[in-house]
Every structure is written in structure tokens, then in C-alpha cells.
């Protein structure tokens, strides 16, 4: 299934849009601001595994951030 529909079952078409080009800008934002960090932990230290292990933390707080997500209210699912 394709994420945009996912959205669509919950919000109106023209705030679907909206939301996934958030979620797609801010992934490319982190993703860049983790692989210059990254380098910049490489050159301070000259190994990468400090990144690994970041990483590491960030994902599993992540999953825990989204196992607190519930589905919205039925009276939100109508805007």
C-alpha cells in the first residue's frame, strides 16, 4: 500500500498532500543532517561505530514515539 493512501483515509485529499510533502521534506532534512554529522563524528574520531550507535538510539526512540500514535477520533477522520 502506498503511503499517500494511507493518508487519504484520514484527512481530505488537499491536506494529504500537504502532510506527506512535510514528511518527505523533513526525511530529507535528517537524512542529511545524519550523514554530515556523521562525517563530522568520522573526522573527530576516525571510526564510524559512535554514528552506528546514534542511529541506533534515534530509530528505537522513533519506534516508541510511534507506538504512542493512535488512530484519530472518528469526528477528525471527516475534515
Do not use: D, N
Not at 500537504?18 to 568520522?42: C, E
Not at 571510526?47 to 493512535?70: I, K, Q, W
Amino acid at each position: 500500500m502506498r503511503t499517500g493512501t494511507i493518508f487519504g483515509r484520514h484527512y481530505a485529499l488537499a491536506v494529504a498532500a500537504i502532510l506527506f510533502g512535510w514528511i518527505s521534506a523533513s526525511h530529507q532534512v535528517g537524512a542529511a543532517a545524519a550523514a554530515f554529522f556523521a562525517g563530522v563524528s568520522r573526522t573527530a574520531t576516525g571510526s564510524y561505530p559512535e554514528s552506528f550507535v546514534t542511529a541506533g538510539f534515534v530509530a528505537v526512540a522513533a519506534a516508541l514515539l510511534c507506538l504512542g500514535m493512535r488512530k484519530p477520533a472518528p469526528a477528525a477522520q471527516a475534515i
